[in-house]
């Protein structure tokens, strides 16, 4: 099993920044990719940024709603992934999961196996 704990969500203002960490623990894996996803009140789970998990240099996919304001980075030895926001936006207000995949679909919910229980995000006007 893998556990996943999120931590870093608040309350901030639109065009503030905010940086969520995941840190992984339990079963390890060398390879895969880890994901974050967002899901808005009576909204279906969305898919954010993932980047892949291992050796070598992490290859990271954005959704085109956050390229340019939001990097995913992990830190391997701490077995932990960052999602750094910038530019935070109204539409940015969710609750933000991190998920593990071993395989399968790089941006489909149902690909990955191992969930957080989220950390909720909100941005003020």
């Known amino acids: 099993q893998v556990q996943l704990v999120e931590s870093g969500g608040g309350l901030v203002q639109a065009g503030d920044s905010l940086r969520l960490s995941c840190a992984a623990s339990?079963?390890?894996?060398?390879?895969?990719?880890m994901g974050w996803f967002r899901q808005a009140p009576g909204k279906e789970r969305k898919f954010v940024a993932t980047?892949?998990?291992?050796?070598?240099?992490?290859?990271?996919y954005y959704d085109d709603s956050v390229k340019g304001r939001f990097t995913i980075s992990r830190d391997n030895a701490k077995n932990t992934v960052y999602l750094q926001m910038n530019s935070l936006k109204l539409e940015d207000t969710a609750l933000y999961y991190c998920?593990?995949?071993?395989?399968?679909?790089?941006?489909?919910?149902?690909?990955?196996?191992?969930w957080g229980q989220g950390t909720q995000v909100t941005v003020s006007s």
């Open positions: 980047i892949t998990w291992g050796g070598g240099v992490g290859r990271t």
């Open positions: 998920a593990f995949r071993t395989g399968g679909s790089t941006y489909a919910p149902n690909a990955y196996g191992y």
């Open positions: 339990g079963r390890t894996f060398s390879s895969g990719a």
